[in-house]
């Protein structure tokens, strides 16, 4: 399958982020709706080329974990990734909708990302780099699937030279201009599993921050005391997995070794698996109410 940007048909924006934006599309010739992301980078054609080639590598990753993709390609000068729809969309959105996780989801949610994570390092020495809950996305069926990993090294020194984002996620070893390591991506999730049991993010709202509090904000992460649940609100169990995530460097497990921390024993369950998937049959719906309540109010405007 090669896609080209004649065949697609926008349907709707899905979102915005710092790197581009994604819509709901649908591939013509094939019907299938795919998500396409573009994402504008300032940068020689050679090296935009580049960019397409390495993005070409998700062609082989094939896992329930990670996001399926269709193609790359340049579209006027910005680059395009046509990947699969994911019809919950990520699970910041899904947080907006409904509030807090109940702990059996935080699992699961915590179990399907190291697996993603794992399959990415094993399987193609990937360190996905970008672990938030807008690049964790969710199906009806209760898949929980990564997105926006750091495939293309192109892509990743083309988009931190034009850094505008709040990488607030970013651990501390990352921060001090350390080494990536997959470490990273572990700390990156206590971090989103506090803000899904929770409702916010551990180092407060930096949705408006300028550049000074920012830099603030990343002192803070690398000096402060790593933040924590309330054992009073939370399961023990829970809330040493996050303080396992949050330990500095060195301390810190990697996913295989947390794969099988007690947090997540009930996770391959049968019974886990179908009330899960419950849960996001659930979501799936109040999200397309809300869709039919903004279409009935654009028809009324
Ligand atoms: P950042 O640019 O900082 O990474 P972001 O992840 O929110 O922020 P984008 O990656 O551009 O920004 O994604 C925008 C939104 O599009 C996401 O928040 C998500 O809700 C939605 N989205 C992205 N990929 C898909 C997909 N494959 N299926 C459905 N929705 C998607
Ligand atoms: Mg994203």
Redo the contacts with the bound molecule.
């Keep these: 399958l090669s896609i080209s940007h004649d065949d697609l048909l926008t349907l709707k924006l899905?979102?915005?982020?710092?790197?581009?934006?994604?819509s709901?599309v649908l591939h013509i010739p094939s019907k299938k709706t795919?998500?396409r992301?573009v994402?504008h980078v300032e940068t020689k054609k050679t090296v935009l080329t580049q960019i397409v080639r390495e993005l070409r590598i998700m062609y082989e990753c094939n896992s329930p974990y990670i996001?399926n993709f269709y193609g790359a390609f340049l579209h006027e000068g910005d680059v395009t990734i046509c990947?699969?729809?994911?019809?919950c969309?990520?699970l910041?959105?899904v947080l907006k909708l409904v509030g807090p996780f109940e702990e059996f989801i935080l699992a699961h949610v915590a179990f399907s990302t190291l697996c993603g994570l794992n399959y990415l390092y094993d399987s193609h020495k990937i360190i996905h780099r970008?672990i938030?809950p807008?690049?964790v996305?969710l199906n009806s069926k209760g898949g929980v699937?990564l997105?926006?990993f750091g495939v293309s090294r192109e892509l990743i020194n083309s988009i931190a030279q034009t850094f505008v984002?709040?990488?607030t996620y970013m651990s501390p070893e990352r921060i001090q201009g350390g080494k990536y390591s997959v470490k990273g991506d572990v700390w990156s999730l206590g971090l989103m599993l506090i803000e899904l049991a929770t409702g916010k993010f551990p180092f407060g709202d930096n949705s408006s921050m300028g550049p000074d509090s920012i830099l603030d904000l990343l002192q803070r992460v690398v000096n402060e005391k790593p933040p924590s649940l309330d054992p009073e609100k939370f399961s023990s169990q829970l809330c040493d997995f996050v303080n396992l995530c949050l330990k500095k460097e060195s301390e810190r497990p990697n996913p295989i070794e947390l794969i099988r921390h007690p947090f997540l024993k009930d996770c391959k369950q049968e019974n886990t698996k179908a009330k899960v998937k419950r849960w996001a049959t659930n979501v799936r719906r109040i999200l397309k109410g809300k869709d039919m309540g903004n279409k009935v109010r654009n028809t009324k405007q």
């Design positions: 899905l979102g915005s982020g710092n790197s581009g934006s994604v709901k795919m998500a992301k994402i996001i990947m699969e729809y994911v019809d969309g990520s910041d959105r970008d938030k807008s690049n996305l699937k997105c926006d984002g709040t990488s």
